[in-house]
């Protein structure tokens, strides 16, 4: 059964081969390939690193210092049970208490 098969496709396929070995195939155009030249785009580079080189060297230095931004408000009692209220800025916090945490504080 397999031998038949075998045959039947064998037989198939040479069948298509034969009408494939008659078809011509269309002649292209000859191809002829783009002569680039690296030197054209030599000028090109050297005013794009110009370009580069003056906009680096005139743009303005900014002080870059940072910002104070963050207000800490402190109500401190002294030995004389005084109270005084410090106002202080600065750019960054060490540590954060809520605003209701006196209320936690047990005396």
Known sequence: MLDKE???????FSELKSK???ISTPTLPAFKAK????????????????????????SDKKDETLAKD?????????ENQKQQLIIETTSSMDIWESPTAS???LN
């Not at 075998?6 to 198939?12: M, S, V």
């Open 35 to 58: 002569s680039y030249k690296i030197w054209r785009w030599i000028p090109a580079g050297i005013a794009a690193a110009l370009v580069a080189a003056i906009w680096i060297g005139t």
């Open 70 to 78: 963050v207000i800490i408000i402190s109500l401190i009692e002294d």
């Open 20 to 22: 494939d070995q008659g």
């Open 6 to 12: 075998e045959r039947e496709l064998e037989l198939f």
């Open 103 to 105: 209320l936690l504080e």
